[in-house]
């Protein structure tokens, strides 16, 4: 039998270990990190299973079942620094008590193989790389961009992979750990306010928004703030500022969609000066390509009205962008079950935010995710929280995904 | 004869000497300004006139006249790094002009006397306090709280002084010079686009204006752009936004009023983050201290609505503020007939930027300003200019309006 209270135990234990008072310090490639890695290794002394670290770093554990077709539950120790209690690590700790409890069902042989991987250096919070040992895992990392990559230090991602034993020469190797899998699972916090505002305790998720990621740059003319009249100034910044606007009601005509202006940099920035150049960043997502396209092209073209109208000029060059990634139908039909046997109620919501998930279901591998519910939609600080019966539940419902997911891949 | 030609030459010579392609770098208390400095004593030697410095650094030339009441003409050779070949100099390097005519005219011995002056550190470039020399001269130096003020390497003022030769302990002492001042003329680059907007070369200055110097900080909730819907932010730059572009319709209710907001700063500032915390800088000018009050209040009340509209609170911390200061009515009048006479038609504006001649009014000696058109609004660049015409219109004007003022100082 599944046994949530343990989960929580190994939480509190974990919690104690690597974090200080300003939280979770479970830095990928940093000491506390390989801290939190021993103190796991040890929980799987006593279990039928065999372990190893890939080629990226990301560490495999596999409970061999009666065929090789493989059930993989995953997620990342990893945390930002100053992080939550829950962020990550709940998906690898509730994912060790599921092994352990199909272990004890199945006398240490289930139908299939299920593997627990804790991925490496899924928050990318040292070196600005974010799902590091999945993407290596599913062939999309790029080494030649991201080994020169640089902490504030000035440490290379390579030099700091060295100490951590792992060539960023073979990192692709990782790809081989994709034998056999037959479908993946991961239990994750929301990070979001969106169950806490249904009331509801999980939720079932749909898929990885895409992501447009833009830098946005209007140029006006620096003058003089005392000598030159309203009507002949070029503001750079009132163009941006009624972008800051404008993207919001772009985002608001589709019910998931998001947009966000998270930076914006004035030049001179003096107080006695019109700002000649103002620098933003806008960040839109969705779960639909389409409504994602739509939206970039409706703010593009609002700035370029907006620059326009304050006779200045506006560039725009991408920092980065993704694709919306779907989860797989069944496997999400199957995770809504699960949870409403568990809760009496679900919900299907898309992550905003990336996940390990997204990159395995990029290669085609049945994939589903499973959302618990936040407190207040915080995380990345130590305000983040989940109410310990929601812990309780979601480990419970995992559980039931993982045998219904076992019984799916048996049927195949 | 005064020859307006030779102030273009002289301006020509401090150029060559004091600018590199960056444009002119007489940034106070450097080498640079005190070789303008020594080259503009060299330009006195055949002239027959006292001069000194006094306490805070202020060049006095005394041309000793019929009585003691004193006409000043002053303004400052010190530019911002990376200057104009106008602003400032214009002014001390036409006073020299209007000077030796003067001294030609009468045969060393005008009816009154006739001082020009080279104030310190009008620009407060380096150590980021405005109107150094006259606001000592003036008696509204605040010694103690300028003292510590350091530049980027970590100078003090105090030590930049000292290795000048001046004492800051004693620099209001400078105050001295008021003696027997009768009336205070200047000359100075418009720095703004009215008269060239207007087609005009010289304008009366009818004062400065009030200036009420605010930081505004806005916060609002820090929380992921992937995972929190549109619905339930609270984002700090949207309430800033919205106040950036209502400052402009409060100014543009008066015709002289002017609004800015110079720089926004945005926390955490990542593009992946909703903005928890804007601080913006707003800037607002009249020559009419109950527009300036209004235009205040009307824009701290849009605040607080932008606020509550975006379920962020707001804070106003003063930077600075001064009182609009005008001038002298028949001053004014005479630097319009002076005006008038020399280019056929004459405009009177307000001056945005602050001059040494506000410290001057300030002390109720009657003052009068004259503007030069400049091309394109520009100043604080190497890209300032003004027709070479028009130099030479400003000094013949400048002239006239001395020898006006001289006249109205005997009458008085």
Redesign the interface.
């Known amino acids: 039998m599944v046994d949530p209270k343990r989960v929580l135990q190994n939480l509190d234990e974990l919690r104690a270990l690597t974090s200080d008072e300003q939280g979770a310090q479970r830095v990928a490639w940093s000491p506390i990190w390989l801290k939190a890695r021993a103190w796991f290794e040890e929980k799987l002394k006593d279990l039928p299973v065999e372990h190893h670290y890939d080629a990226a770093g990301n560490h495999w554990v596999t409970l061999s079942g009666q065929s090789e077709q493989a059930l993989v539950i995953g997620s990342h120790l990893d945390s930002v620094p100053n992080g939550g209690w829950l962020d990550g690590c709940l998906g690898v700790l509730a994912g060790l008590e599921i092994l352990t409890s199909l272990a004890n069902e199945y006398n240490g042989k289930p139908p299939c193989t299920v593997r627990l991987v804790d991925w490496a250096d899924e928050e990318g919070a040292r070196f600005g790389r974010s799902l590091f040992g999945s993407s290596a895992f599913a062939g999309s990392h790029t080494i030649n961009a991201d080994r020169a990559r640089t902490d504030r230090e000035g440490t290379t991602l390579e030099a700091a992979l060295r100490n951590c034993g792992i060539d960023v020469e073979h990192i692709d190797e990782a790809a081989t750990e994709q034998k056999n899998i037959a479908a993946y699972l991961e239990l994750h916090i ?5 169950l806490e ?1 249904l009331a509801k305790s999980l939720g079932v998720v749909q898929g990885t ?1 895409g ?1 447009e ?1 833009w830098a946005i740059t209007f140029h006006g003319q620096e ?10 100034r070029r503001d750079a ?2 163009a ?3 972008l ?2 404008e993207i ?1 009601p772009i ?2 005509k589709h019910p ?11 030049f ?8 000649g150049r ?1 620098e933003a ?1 806008l ?1 839109m ?1 969705d779960l639909d390509v389409s409504v994602l396209a739509g939206m970039l092209r409706e703010a593009r073209e609002a700035s370029e009205r907006f620059a326009k109208e304050e006779r200045c000029s506006v560039q725009w060059s991408k ?1 980065w962008s993704i694709e919306p990634i779907p989860f797989h139908p069944e496997l999400i039909k199957l995770c809504e079950d699960a949870i409403v046997e568990t809760a009496g109620t679900s919900e299907q919501l898309p ?4 996940h390990d998930a997204a990159e395995v279901a990029r290669l085609g591998i049945p994939t589903v995710m499973m959302f618990v519910q936040s407190l207040n ?4 600080n130590r305000a983040e929280d989940t109410s310990r019966a929601h812990v309780e539940q979601a480990v419970v419902a995992l559980h039931r995904l993982a045998a219904k997911t076992i019984e799916w891949i048996q049927q195949r």
């Not at 929301?190 to 969106?194: D, F, N, R, Y």
């Not at 003058?223 to 002949?232: D, I, L, R």
């Not at 001179?268 to 700002?275: D, F, H, N, R, S």
């Not at 992550?351 to 990336?354: A, I, R």
Request: aromatic share 0%.
């Open positions: 929301e990070q979001g306010p969106i505002k928004k992501v990621r003058v003089h703030s005392g000598s030159t009249p309203m009507e002949v910044l009132a941006a500022a009624k800051a606007l919001r985002a608001r998931q969609s998001v947009a966000t202006m998270g930076s914006v940099k004035t001179p920035g003096i107080v006695t000066a019109v700002v103002c960043t960040d997502r920092i992550s905003g935010p990336l939609g915080l995380s990345h």
